[in-house]
C-alpha cells in the first residue's frame, strides 16, 4: 500500500517529543532514581538498627530479671514465693518515676519458669488476656539461649538456662511486647514523604537549569528550520566557546559554503544556457573569458585554443596579461594540455595536482578525446587560494566551454549537412557520457537499466545517484526530438546531480529543478521526469512524479499482481511555478521480496508496427506479469525485443528508456557483476 507523505510516520517510542522535554524527563527520572536508592538504603539501616537496638535492650532486661529470679531463689532458700516475684515483676521491677513511665519499652509481658522437666516453676502474665502457658517435652528445653521476633504478635521471644552457682536449675522464656513494626512503618512514611518533597523540589528546580543550557540547542534547531526553509542568509549567534558555540560556528560556515554552492550553481547553470546557445565563434569566446573571469574572481585569464596545423597552443583572448608569463614560458598550460588534466600551481611556485593552497590553474578543454585548449586562470582578486568547489566548478565549465567551441566550429566550417551530422554525433557523444554505464551495486538489490534514441540524439534520460544511505533513480522525457532536447536533458541531469547532494526529497527535488528551468523553457516545450527514493536498510520507496509515466510495482509474492504508483504532479515548464508545486506529491510503499519496480518512457508504451498501431500498456503489462520471474537483465532484453518484434522494422519514432529494480528474495548483499547498459 501506498502511504502519502507527511502522513503517519512510526518510530522509536519517543521520536515525537521535543529535546527539551525529553532532557527534563531524564532528569526527574535521575532524581527519582536517586532518591529511591537513597531511601531504600536509609529505610534497610534504619529497620536493621532498630531491631538491635530493640532485640539488645530485650536482651538486657531478660538477663536482669534472669538475675532477679536467681536472688530471689537463693534469698528464699531455694524456694519460689509467687506473690514475691508478682509484686517485684509488676510493681518494682523496671520501675521508674511516672513522668519516665514511657521511656521503659521492655516491660516483660509474659515469663515462665520451667524445671529441668519441663514443668512450669512459675509464671508471670501481665494482663489476664495473655493464655497460660503448658508443661513443655524435656527434649525441646534450649541447650543456649536463643531471641526470635513474631512479626504478627509484635513479640520478642527470648529463651534460655536458668543457671544459679553454674548448675542449670530450669529455664526461663520470656515475652516482651515491641514496637518495631510501627516504627519502621512511620520511619518508611517520614522517608517517603521526605523523598518526594527533595523529589519535587529538585525537578522544580532543575527545570530552569536545564532551560537554560539547552537554549543555544533550541536556538540552532530554530536556525535550522529557517534555512531549511530556504532563508539562507539566517545565521546562529555564536556567544560560547564551548561545544555548542563550536557547533554553532559550524552550522554557519555550512550554510555560508551552502549558500554560496547554490549561488555558483544557479550562475554555472546560466552560463551553461548562454554558451550552449551562442554559435557565433567571436561572440563565444568573448563571453567564455567573461564567464572564467567572473566565476574564478580573477582579473588574470587566457583562452588557448589548439591549432593542429602547428600543433601548438595559441592564444585566442586574455585579460591581465601582464601577470601571466608569456605563452612560450608557460609551462602550466602545456602541462595541462598534454596531461590532459587540470593542473594547480601552489603559492611556493610548485605545480601539482593536488588541490591545496592553489594560487594559479590551468584546466584542459576536451571534448571528447579531441583537445580543444587550455583556460588558464591567474590568482584570485582577494589573494585567497581556491577551494575545492570553485575548483569543480571551474573545471566542470571547462569541459561546457570546450563543447561550446566545438559546436560553435562545426557551425562555422562545414556546410550545413555535415554540421548537423557532426553535432548529431558530438551530442551523442555528450548524451552517452552522462548517461549511466555500468549497474549500481545496492545491498539486496538487483538493477537493470537502459536507453536508445530514436535520432543521434535524444530527450530521454535515466540516472542513479546515491546520497548518503539512500540511492535515487531518476527518469525523464523532453518534449520534442534531437538536439535541443539533449541540451535540456543535459541541464536537467546537472540539476538533478546537484539538488540531490544536499535534498533528500524527491518531491522537493523536483520543485527544485522546476525553479531553476522552467523559465529557460520555450512555450512548446516542457519535461516529464520521475524521481524515486530507495532506502536499501528498511526497502523504503518514496515517489516523485512531474507528469511522468507511472511506476509499476510488480508483487513478487502475491501472483505477479500490478500496482501502478502515481502520485499527482504536472510537467515541468507547462504550470507557473506556484501551481507546479501546489499541484506535485509524494507517495511511499515499502517493498518486499522479489517485489520489482519498473520506470519506462512513453517510447515503449507508444511504439508502433507498421499499422500505426501502438505497443500499449496493456500490452507491457501482460508481458511483465508473464516473465515477471526472469532476472531483472533478462526482463529488460525481453520487454526492449518484444517492443522491436511488435515494430517490426518500423523505424523508431521516440526515445525508448527502460529501468528495472527488484528486491532479491533472501540476499543479504547484493553482488552482481558490472554490467554495460543494452539500447
Not at 203 to 209: E, G, N, R, T, Y
Not at 411 to 437: F, G, H, N, T
Not at 642 to 666: C, K, S, W
Amino acid at each position: 500500500m501506498i502511504e502519502e507523505a507527511g502522513g503517519t510516520r512510526t518510530g522509536r517510542f519517543g521520536s515525537h517529543i521535543g529535546f527539551f522535554r525529553k532532557i527534563s524527563i531524564h532528569v526527574a527520572l535521575f532524581i527519582l532514581l536517586t532518591g529511591i536508592v537513597l531511601t531504600t538504603i536509609t529505610y534497610h539501616q534504619f529497620r536493621n538498627r532498630l531491631f538491635d537496638l530493640e532485640l539488645s535492650g530485650a536482651f538486657t532486661v531478660y538477663t536482669a530479671t534472669s538475675s532477679y529470679l536467681v536472688a530471689h531463689y537463693h534469698a528464699h532458700d531455694h524456694q519460689v514465693i509467687r506473690d514475691i516475684i508478682d509484686t517485684g515483676l509488676r510493681d518494682r521491677f523496671l520501675h521508674v518515676p511516672e513522668e519516665h513511665e514511657e521511656l521503659v519499652t521492655h516491660r516483660p509481658r509474659h515469663l515462665v519458669w520451667y524445671d529441668t522437666q519441663g514443668n512450669i516453676v512459675y509464671e508471670f502474665r501481665a494482663s489476664e488476656d495473655m493464655p497460660p502457658a503448658g508443661t513443655l517435652d524435656p527434649s525441646t528445653l534450649p541447650d543456649a539461649h536463643s531471641i526470635s521476633y513474631d512479626p504478627d504478635a509484635d513479640f520478642i521471644h527470648i529463651t534460655g538456662p536458668l543457671t544459679i552457682e553454674g548448675d542449670t536449675h530450669g529455664y526461663l522464656a520470656i515475652y516482651f511486647p515491641t514496637a518495631i513494626h510501627h516504627e519502621v512503618k512511620a520511619m518508611l512514611l517520614r522517608a517517603v514523604t521526605t523523598m518526594l518533597v527533595v523529589i519535587l523540589l529538585g525537578i522544580l528546580l532543575s527545570i530552569p537549569f536545564t532551560r537554560q543550557l539547552l537554549s543555544p540547542i533550541r536556538k540552532l534547531t530554530r536556525s535550522a528550520s529557517k534555512v531549511r526553509h530556504g532563508n539562507l542568509e539566517h545565521r546562529v549567534p555564536v556567544t560560547t566557546t564551548d561545544e555548542i558555540g563550536q557547533l554553532s560556528g559550524t552550522f554557519n560556515d555550512m550554510v555560508e559554503s551552502l549558500a554560496t554552492r547554490i549561488q555558483f550553481m544557479h550562475r554555472m547553470q546560466e552560463w551553461t544556457i548562454k554558451i550552449g546557445s551562442q554559435l557565433d565563434m567571436e561572440r563565444l569566446y568573448d563571453m567564455l573569458l567573461e564567464m572564467f573571469t567572473r566565476m574564478s574572481e580573477s582579473d588574470t585569464c587566457r583562452i588557448y585554443l589548439y591549432d593542429a596545423r602547428k600543433d601548438c597552443l595559441q592564444v585566442k583572448l586574455e585579460t591581465g596579461a601582464e601577470r601571466l608569463p608569456a605563452p612560450e614560458m608557460d609551462n602550466l598550460s602545456e602541462t595541462a594540455f598534454h596531461e590532459r588534466w587540470a593542473v594547480f600551481l601552489r603559492s611556493d611556485g610548485h605545480i601539482t595536482s593536488e588541490s591545496t593552497d592553489v594560487s594559479e590553474l590551468a584546466i584542459p578543454m576536451l571534448s571528447g578525446k579531441h583537445r580543444v585548449g587550455v583556460v588558464r586562470i591567474g590568482p584570485a582578486r582577494d589573494g585567497t587560494p581556491y577551494d575545492d568547489e570553485r575548483l569543480t566548478i571551474l573545471q566542470t565549465l571547462a569541459q561546457q566551454a570546450s563543447i561550446a567551441i566545438d559546436n560553435a566550429s562545426l557551425y562555422k566550417q562545414l556546410d550545413m549537412q555535415k554540421r548537423i551530422e557532426q553535432e548529431m554525433r558530438l551530442a551523442r557523444e555528450v548524451q552517452i557520457s552522462m548517461l549511466p554505464r555500468k549497474s549500481p551495486e545496492v545491498a539486496g538489490y538487483d538493477i537493470c537499466g537502459g536507453s536508445s534514441a530514436a535520432y543521434e540524439v535524444g530527450g530521454d534520460y535515466f540516472d542513479y545517484v546515491k546520497s548518503n544511505r539512500n540511492w535515487h533513480v531518476v527518469i525523464g522525457d523532453v518534449s520534442g526530438k534531437g538536439m535541443p532536447a539533449a541540451l535540456i536533458m543535459t541541464i536537467v541531469r546537472s540539476l538533478v546531480h546537484t539538488y540531490f547532494e544536499f535534498e533528500s526529497s524527491p518531491e522537493k527535488v523536483l520543485r527544485l529543478v522546476n525553479r531553476s528551468i522552467s523559465a529557460d523553457l520555450e512555450s512548446d516545450m516542457f519535461v516529464t521526469l520521475s524521481a524515486i527514493q530507495l532506502n536499501p536498510e528498511n526497502h523504503e520507496l518514496r515517489i516523485a512524479r512531474a507528469g511522468h509515466e507511472p511506476v509499476m510495482l510488480i508483487h513478487g509474492n502475491n501472483s505477479g499482481s500490478i500496482e501502478n504508483l502515481s502520485p499527482k504532479g504536472a510537467a515541468i515548464g507547462l504550470l507557473e511555478v506556484e501551481d507546479f508545486e501546489r499541484l506535485i506529491e509524494e507517495s511511499s510503499c515499502r517493498l518486499q521480496e522479489n517485489d520489482t519496480v519498473l520506470l519506462y518512457t512513453d517510447g515503449i508504451t507508444e511504439a508502433q508496427n507498421e499499422k500505426q498501431e501502438e505497443y500499449g500498456y496493456e500490452r507491457l503489462e501482460s508481458l511483465v506479469r508473464k516473465e515477471s520471474h526472469l532476472p531483472v537483465s533478462e526482463l529488460y532484453g525481453r520487454i526492449i525485443k518484444d517492443v522491436r518484434d511488435f515494430a517490426n522494422n518500423t523505424p523508431q519514432n521516440d526515445d525508448i528508456t527502460l529501468v528495472i529494480l527488484r528486491r532479491v528474495a533472501g540476499a543479504q548483499t547484493d553482488n552482481p557483476q558490472d554490467r554495460e547498459y543494452n539500447g
